[in-house]
């Protein structure tokens, strides 16, 4: 198996899955930016050949920048994923799932000196061969991972459903967990919202039942208690 999926846990204790990229879609990802930054750097290049020795200063500063600032300027942007990474349908987060941080992103890819090593990124093939969770020393050290974006869009959005009063009186944590499970519904693929909402079923007098439906009358349970009656 090239891809697997992982448990994590965000900080406010909901617990999410997230699938791995494998070295496939990482190799391609990789070939996709070298190219792109080759290009760059050979366009520069043709525009400054004229300026002598300054323009082959301006050339050389321009490869460190890209070497070293391309990756993290495009992880850090609201895709945080550098283009090939995008193209491939990848991008990178923390463990828990969250958007990758400044400190994450510079030490992952400072470390790719040492993925590199002995050669041709040597150990980083071989650190992600090994790993259940795909990741090369970089990420390991930075706690990161490279993760496929879900594709599936959510079935419903709340704003569709009609708000349905609960069938028994909530305790407080319980409203919480069901306006929370609302309001990450659009982010969520249709299994694992069909999945959640199961778990919440008995909100809405659906206890043991699951489905798309179920689904609609716990997120009307959610309308609900947001006051949109």
């Given at each position: 198996m ?9 900080p406010?204790?909901?617990?999410v899955?997230l699938r791995?990229?494998?070295f ?7 070939l ?5 930054r ?5 366009t ?19 490869a ?17 994923a ?14 828990n799932?969250?958007p990758?941080?400044p400190?994450a ?15 041709a ?5 071989v ?7 795909f990741?090369?020393l ?14 599936t ?6 704003e569709d ?14 409203q919480a ?7 990450r ?10 999945e ?9 007098g659906?206890?043991?039942?699951s ?12 309308q ?6």
């Amino acid at each position: 198996m090239l891809d697997t999926v992982v448990s994590a846990e965000t900080p406010e204790g909901i617990a999410v899955e997230l699938r791995p990229a494998g070295f496939g879609a990482r190799y391609f990802a990789y070939l996709l930016d070298q190219f792109i930054r080759i290009g760059i750097v050979y366009t520069f290049a043709l525009a400054t050949i004229i300026m002598g020795g300054f323009g082959f200063g301006l050339l050389l500063i321009l490869a460190f920048a890209l070497e070293w600032l391309y990756p993290v300027a495009f992880e850090l942007s609201r895709w945080g994923a550098t283009p090939g990474k995008r193209a491939l349908g990848l991008k990178v987060v923390m463990d828990n799932g969250l958007p990758i941080t400044p400190a994450a992103s510079f030490i992952r890819n400072l470390l790719r000196a040492a993925d590199f090593l002995p050669a041709a990124y040597g150990a980083a093939v071989v650190s992600m061969l090994l790993r259940r969770d795909f990741k090369r020393l970089g990420d390991i050290a930075a706690n990161t991972l490279v993760v496929h974006r879900p594709t599936t869009p959510a079935p419903v959005a709340i704003e569709d459903v009609e708000p349905l009063a609960p069938v028994r009186p909530l305790q407080p944590q319980d409203q919480a967990a069901v306006v929370a499970l609302a309001a990450r519904a659009s982010r969520l693929t249709r299994e694992r919202l069909d999945e959640l909402a199961a778990l919440a079923a008995w909100v809405s007098g659906d206890m043991g039942r699951s489905g798309p439906e179920v689904t609609r009358r716990v997120l009307g349970v959610a309308q609900w208690l947001l006051g949109r009656r």
